[in-house]
Structures are given as C-alpha cells and as structure tokens.
Nanobody
Framework: QVQLVESGGGLVQTGGSLRLSCAAS????????MGWFRQAPGKERDVVAA????????YYADSVKGRFTISRDNAKNTVYLQMNGLKPEDTAVYYC??????????????????WGQGTQVTVSS
C-alpha cells in the first residue's frame, strides 16, 4: 500500500511558477512509476507528466512541454512537478499518482493504482 500526499499548490499570476511535491509512504516507492494528473472543472482528469522508477525516463503532455518538469528523489520518497510559465488554462486540481509498474508507459496505458487527495492550482490572468 502506498499513500500519497501532495503539497505546493496555490494561487499564482500568469507567467509565474509553482513547485508541487508529493510525499509517498512505503518502501516500494523507488520501484514505482509516478505521474501527475490534473482535472479542471467540468473536464476529465488527464495526465500531465509521468516518470519511470529510475527517474531517467519522462513523459509530458503536449500542453506542458517546455514549461513543466517532473523529477523524483527516491531517497526522500518524493516526486516533484516544477511548473513554470503558468497560464490560466493550467488552473486545475493536480493529483499525484503511482503505478505499481516501473515504467511510465504503464501509466499512459493502464492508469495508476494509488492516488493522492489533490492540490488546487489557480492561475490568475
């Protein structure tokens, strides 16, 4: 069992930056692929970024490429999402999620097994 707790959300102006963190419990964190998802009001939950267990392989949705960076620190059981150049359309609840598989492709193809409670990100224009 893995428990995930997100932090770092908030209100920021267009063009600003935020860094989301996701602290995971459990000794198996380092072997799990991790992902960040977001859900805006009235829309489906979509994957934003994903990272394989070693941290060497990453995926980004086209809408955030070049602006967001996903990373992980397995020693700290934490995954991060650095968000730069924020836009109003980035406003959403952001969720951290874990797959029991090692590679991020499993997240894209099968989804995740564990979810955090979400953190609100609001970008004002």
């Amino acid at each position: 069992q893995v428990q995930l707790v997100e932090s770092g959300g908030g209100l920021v102006q267009t063009g600003g930056s935020l860094r989301l963190s996701c602290a995971a419990s459990g000794r198996t964190f380092s072997s799990y692929a991790m992902g960040w998802f977001r859900q805006a009001p009235g829309k489906e939950r979509d994957v934003v970024a994903a990272i394989s267990w070693t941290g060497y392989s990453t995926y980004y949705a086209d809408s955030v490429k070049g602006r967001f960076t996903i990373s992980r620190d397995n020693a700290k059981n934490t995954v991060y999402l650095q968000m730069n150049g924020l836009k109003p359309e980035d406003t959403a609840v952001y969720y951290c999620a874990a797959s029991s598989q090692r590679y991020y492709r499993a997240i894209l193809e099968h989804g995740c097994d564990y979810w955090g409670q979400g953190t609100q990100v609001t970008v004002s224009s």
